[in-house]
């Protein structure tokens, strides 16, 4: 059996397979089961290597061929498959405590299928018409069947849409380039295309107006998914680009204008969190500036881009899980997810208080969270490089900070004489719990992910290296 088959199309005819399950339970547990499975072959059978398992020989190959593309996976692509399958696992297992329809997990693992594929199609820029398919099924998701779509959806589909001409335009320009990289003038205008395309799809500032109105309209539990899995899967897809494209790696004014994007989308989206009088829209918020941290790190002159990158990856994988899924229990309470709305919260549902004040703590950085190795790393980068850059992504994390802490104001800001009680059930309160157990052993301990990091630089022949 071919790695393709294994990681593209069985998630993705189970996800079509699962759409006829009935039982909103039963269609957590098998997207579960099957995002897990599909984690640990990752981590334990090697890929283009036979196994001997007593006289029975397992060997998965490499590549399969598909409509005239190549689809591969190496060993170097196993502990990527296990972080996305393993991350994937936790948000299909939180289905039923977030109260999401079964739709989620069935469209959910076919859109996971179609990312899984952009990473490995060859030529990787046909990764751009997969990332285009997987917004499509976004959208279903977004929209609740017979009701019509809000401004949100449509925005997100249209900018996903806008972004797939400039992308397979500039694969078009680079190659040009590539042949004649003195020639400056071709050199800006597709530095300046292949920006506007990303710009896009990472919904760089102004045009992240879509997260902020999905909050408010669609299912928090869908939203965060959207958010995690899209920009993860984007961010791989521009550093192939700039391990690819020599002139992209070594030009001082890309690099520039990627760390002043980066930089402005961290210290926006933190000043704004604290603004804010919606708990959803303080989510969004903070999902924006830590994209803000992702293309920051793209942008700086390091070894260690990718080791850095990964880790906000995984750090975010897990911190929006716990915070969608906490959203989600308290919006069936406070519809609106206004302050005025979710006040006193705490003494009625207080795991999902704890949990979604802890991952809020842990994007900006809070010691002892998973949030705080990642961003530990950043500093330590950005100490030996810019000064300015230093102090904006502080001002960033800063507000955070302070939209965490008026959250956890309105939470507890109660009457004395309200008592206390366990509002969530039992299931809620078991995923948040080992939620919050998964932001502290990570933070913990985040050596535990270093067999995991360790390889991931081997995905790109040139950074990192």
Do not use: C
Request: aromatic share 12%.
């Amino acid at each position: 059996m071919s790695a393709p088959i294994i990681w593209i199309a069985i998630p993705f005819f189970v996800g079509i397979f699962s759409l006829f399950i009935l039982r909103e339970r039963s269609s957590a547990l098998i997207g579960g089961v099957t995002a897990s499975v599909l984690a640990l072959i990752a981590m334990v059978l090697p890929i283009d290597i036979a196994l001997l398992l007593g006289s029975i020989s397992i060997k998965i190959s490499p590549s399969i061929q598909f409509f005239g593309r190549s689809f591969e996976f190496n060993t170097a692509d196993r502990p990527l498959l296990v972080v996305v399958y393993g991350i994937s696992a936790l948000w299909f297992l939180g289905t039923e405590a977030s109260g999401t329809s079964r739709r989620f997990v069935s469209l959910g693992l076919m859109i996971i299928a179609l990312l899984t594929a952009s990473i490995a199609v060859e030529p990787f820029l046909y990764a751009a018409l997969l990332l285009e398919m997987a917004a499509m099924l976004v959208v279903p998701l977004l929209v609740p069947p017979y009701q019509k779509p809000g401004r949100g959806p449509v925005r997100f589909l249209i900018y996903q849409t806008l972004a797939m001409p400039f992308i397979l335009f500039s694969g078009w320009m680079l190659a040009g380039v590539e042949a004649n990289p003195g020639d400056l003038g071709a050199t800006t205008q597709a530095g300046i295309v292949l920006g506007l395309g990303f710009a896009f799809l990472l919904a760089v500032f102004p045009l992240y107006n879509w997260i902020l109105m999905l909050m408010e309209e669609s299912s928090p539990y869908v939203t965060g998914f959207l958010l995690w899995a899209l920009p993860t899967f984007i961010v791989i897809f521009a550093l192939s680009f700039l391990d690819h494209y020599a002139w992209l790696r070594n030009s001082s004014q890309l690099s520039n204008g990627i760390q002043f994007t980066g930089v402005f989308m961290v210290a926006s989206g933190g000043i704004f969190a604290s603004l804010q009088r919606h708990i959803g829209r303080i989510l969004g918020y903070a999902a924006i500036a830590e994209t803000g941290l992702l293309i920051l790190v793209m942008g700086l002159k390091s070894s260690e881009i990718v080791t850095i990158t990964f880790l906000i990856l995984i750090s975010r994988g897990l911190e929006l899980t716990v915070w969608a899924l906490a959203l989600s229990i308290i919006k069936r309470k406070a519809y609106s997810l206004r302050f005025n709305e979710v006040q006193g919260l705490a003494r009625t549902y207080p795991v999902a208080a704890a949990a979604l004040i802890l991952a809020h703590l842990s994007m900006t950085g809070f010691p002892l969270l998973v949030g705080f190795p990642p961003r530990l790393a950043i500093w330590g980068e950005l100490a030996g490089q810019s000064l300015g850059t230093s102090f904006w992504v502080f001002l960033g994390m800063l507000g955070l900070l302070v939209g965490a802490l008026r959250t956890l104001a309105v939470f507890v800001m109660a009457d004395q004489g309200k008592s206390w009680s366990m509002n969530e059930s039992l299931t809620q309160r078991t995923m948040l719990a080992l939620g919050i157990f998964g932001l502290f052993i990570l933070g913990i301990f985040p050596q535990a992910l270093q067999p995991f990091l360790a390889n991931l630089p081997s995905l790109f022949e040139h950074l990192g290296q």
